[in-house]
């Protein structure tokens, strides 16, 4: 059935005014106006931003809804799909914050408005290891984007967690996926929206 409900999940000190967000915010109000998107601002606390993610979709219908995350959103986006057995798309995504995040604690800003700060606590860190997944279920339900050039998370340790999904593995780009833009129809097809 196609997908009439759209979550989009942001990346660590990122937002819903992202450039990717953004893109796929104007696509689906110019091409697909009956869908429901929804990128809500996450709290810095894993465990409170997968409670507001499970609320906003909680009235949901799991079999026309679909979920992309880009970075920490890619790995609360694999949550989410093994939580409701919907369709993921995910861009460059993380695959062990818990460990790679460790590093951050403290205050941090926000990468698109320098102003707004949070803190990292220690023990988000054992809230990011209590939502990992083991092993994906239905590899085929998932579509993976990943740049060999992201300067951030490597792309071997991507691939690797996501085998039998349907990959597109991009030479070069960096972790912000600059010309996501070129990628976005693939991606919106992949989640078969409904028109």
Known sequence: M?????LYL???RSSPRSTKAQLVRQRIEAQYPQVTLWCPQLPPSPREAMALVTQGIAGWPRKRMAVVGS???GFYATW??????CRAALLNPAVDPAR???KYIGEQTSWHDPQERFFFRPEFVDELRALS?????????YFALIAKGDEVLDWRE???RYP??????LEGSDHAISEFADYLDEVLAFLDLAT
Do not use: N
């Not at 196609?2 to 759209?6: E, I, Y």
């Not at 989410?80 to 057995?85: H, L, N, Y």
């Not at 997944?133 to 339900?141: G, S």
């Open 2 to 6: 196609p997908t009439t409900h759209l």
């Open 80 to 85: 989410v799909a093994e939580q409701t057995g």
């Open 158 to 160: 991507m691939t690797g």
């Open 10 to 12: 942001h990346g660590f």
């Open 71 to 73: 970075s920490l959103g």
């Open 164 to 169: 039998g999904t349907h990959l597109r593995l």
């Open 133 to 141: 997944v083991q092993a994906i279920t239905y590899p085929e339900r």
């Open 100 to 102: 790679d995040l460790a």
